[in-house]
């Protein structure tokens, strides 16, 4: 599983972070890093939750 | 109805509605699914009506949440351009605009809410609301058309967004709030005049303290006259002073309404019938309070817990830390929490004067809220302490 920001449509709000902290985290210059891209299965429900409730639909998962 | 539902109607095609719908879907729920709503377009996004395509940096287009295709896919069946009139909750029947009657088996009630309208001014051309993309649409249209002198009557939160897009646009913008700072019955005074400053420092002439007493014209807007005597000229004018919720259909019904469809705390408000979204007024347990919240978030939360109660009677209460976000001119202001205008503020974070800052406020000992200029990283540490029932004192000691 791979995560994948569109970093045209992401707006920096941050929800990401406070599902994930372990994998999103928006900084201090306001630009939100993924801190892992390739998580395991394990977080699959977290960062399918992060996709819903990203407002900007900016999140995807790639099975690649 | 303990029974698992054989097939669920939603009523009010937005964002609580097609949340409620695709949460049905990923629940692995199989039976029908009925999606009705009043307006002809697929689902669309809210906040870019007042920020992108307002702005024209976006085509309505960009706004949709959906479309036709992905909803058949998902097996949902839309019925759009489609008004419920009325509500048998023991027939299990709908009436739609029409007269046309509609069994149900299990409901969702997502019809959100309305713009409050000053009254008497429905007929003049000038004069907009702003709630759907057809509104989002003729204001457009209107400031395309470079006005004057655009009024936006009350400094709310989307009273703000479009004096802030209009301002981006080079027009001339009188925004006229009846409180004495803009926001002081949510966020305080205090940080009510900072909000203040930000519009007058982008240039935005604005009138606090004053009410509407008229908005004259002949057949279209001319000016605006203000309760302290004084008058604006404007070729348009925003009407911005709040909502009223679409429960009109639902009254004679037996379910109770109170500015809102009233539920259990888990989003029940009659046997297999579930509301979410700006409609719904449910007692957040978090907060010990009954509340009723006008933000995305909650929105799109609130009807997926609301379809998920449907399916599983075990599903708990609703307890969210309500949020949103809101944009104006280049400053990303959020807010988290139930915050009360006399509770402590701590700027926390960065300083008011670079407009760039958190502060917490606090009440009984507790953390209730968290305000964000340009500051979402510690918006969500701090709501992340607000869900835990941090106290005051253990988050002013945080360091984010
Ligand atoms: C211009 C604007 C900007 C915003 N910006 C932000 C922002 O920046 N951040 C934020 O957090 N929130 C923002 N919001 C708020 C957010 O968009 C709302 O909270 C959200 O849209 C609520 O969704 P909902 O589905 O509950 O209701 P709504 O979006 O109001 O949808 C209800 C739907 O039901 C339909 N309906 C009503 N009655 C009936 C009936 N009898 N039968 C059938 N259908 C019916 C309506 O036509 C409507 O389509 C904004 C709102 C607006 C209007
Ligand atoms: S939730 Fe979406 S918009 Fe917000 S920071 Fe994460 S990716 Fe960006």
Redo the contacts between chains.
Sequence with gaps: MRIVVDFDLC?????C??IAPDLF????D?FLYILNETPGEADRSRVQECV??C?KQAISIADD | MTAAPSAVTIVGASLAGLNAAEALRREGFDGPVTLIGAEDHPPYDRPPLSKQVLAGDWEPDRAALTDAEELAADGIEARLGVRAAALDLAARELTLDGGETVAFDSLVIATGARCRTLAGTEELAGVHVLRSLDDCLALRADLEAAPQRVVVVGAGFIGAEVAATARGRGLEVTLVEALPTPLGRVLGDEMGRVCAEVHRDHGVDLRTGVGVDAVEGGDRVQRVRLSDGSSVDADVVVVGIGVICNTEWLEGSGLSIDDGVVCDATCLAAEGVVAAGDVARWPNELFGETMRVEHWDNAAQQGAHAARRLLDPAVGPFTPVPWFWSDQYDRKIQLAGRVRPDDEVRVVAGSVEERRFAAIYGRAGRITGVLGFNRPRHVMRYRAMIEQRASFQEALAANF
């Design positions: 707006e920096s709000n941050a929800v972070m406070q985290e928006v900084r201090d306001d819903q409730r407002p």
